[in-house]
């Protein structure tokens, strides 16, 4: 079975992520590959965490896997996703998500049937709700920190509107189950704030990289429409800069 996992999961890998690589005039620079870091760290974060929780379980595996896979072609293809209209990004960046997460599930979901129950169609649903939650986190997210940007503000807010996004799309399902009468209220909530944890935990290698990679940090300020200055607004002041201040300072004291 891990066999198998780690096939299906080298397979998507290298054959999605590589797709927006070469086919995207901008990603044909070695700074690009980059994106090969947080993929890695975030596969093996994705993996050990459903291992934890199901015991192996491969079509769950497969679904982390094929989550990070959509987020990778995002950061890849960020440049054809910039608009100056925030809903016109958001819809972009949802479209390339949900697709390329939907295209590298695709080989589990028309492999033959294993086991007793079918998960992988709801898996497949869960993904797409997943790309859902993750734009509009994303999204709000910038929003919040573009009148005074900071990389712990942002990290801040994309955990907020992680867990209210996945509040607000778990609850037509939680209202449905209560109107049926076999809601558990503690169980819906431990599902929402795991679902709110897994998805920051594949989300934070990759805006870790757009935070400290210059290659991947203009175009996260880009798609954010951030200023580049706001950056560095609480950056030491380089000596040459200090020491001239000062000595325009000195002058226009004499003057006086």
């Known amino acids: 079975m891990p066999v198998a996992i780690s096939i299906s999961i080298s397979t998507s890998l290298s054959l999605l992520i590589l797709l927006p690589l070469f086919l995207l005039r901008q990603n044909r620079c070695s700074a690009a590959w980059w994106i090969w870091l947080p993929v890695v760290i975030s596969a093996l974060a994705g993996i050990t965490i459903t291992c934890l ?69 709801y898996l497949a649903a869960l993904l797409a709700l997943a790309s859902l939650a993750a734009t509009l986190a994303l999204t709000f997210g910038g929003f919040s920190v573009r009148r005074r940007f900071g990389r712990i503000r942002f990290l801040f807010w994309l955990a907020v509107w992680t867990v209210l996004a996945w509040t607000v799309i778990a609850s037509p399902f939680v209202i449905i189950s209560s109107l049926n009468g076999d809601i558990e209220w503690g169980a819906s909530l431990l599902a929402i704030l795991y679902a709110s944890a897994i998805s920051l935990a594949l989300l934070l290698p990759l805006v870790l990289l757009s935070f400290f990679q210059p290659f991947y940090q203009a175009r996260f300020f880009g798609f954010f429409n951030l200023s580049q200055a706001d950056q560095s607004a609480g950056a030491a002041v380089p000596p040459g800069d200090l020491q001239a201040s000062f000595m325009g300072h000195s002058s226009h004291l004499k003057a006086n």
């Open 53 to 121: 929780m199901t015991g192996n379980e491969r079509s769950l595996a497969q679904t982390v896997v094929s989550f990070i896979v959509g987020l990778a072609a995002m950061w890849l293809l960020i440049p054809i996703l910039e608009s100056r209209y925030r809903i016109v990004a958001f819809f972009k960046a949802l479209s390339v998500l949900a697709g390329f997460s939907l295209l590298a599930f695709a080989p589990t979901l028309l492999a033959r049937q294993s086991g007793w129950i079918d998960l992988r169609p």
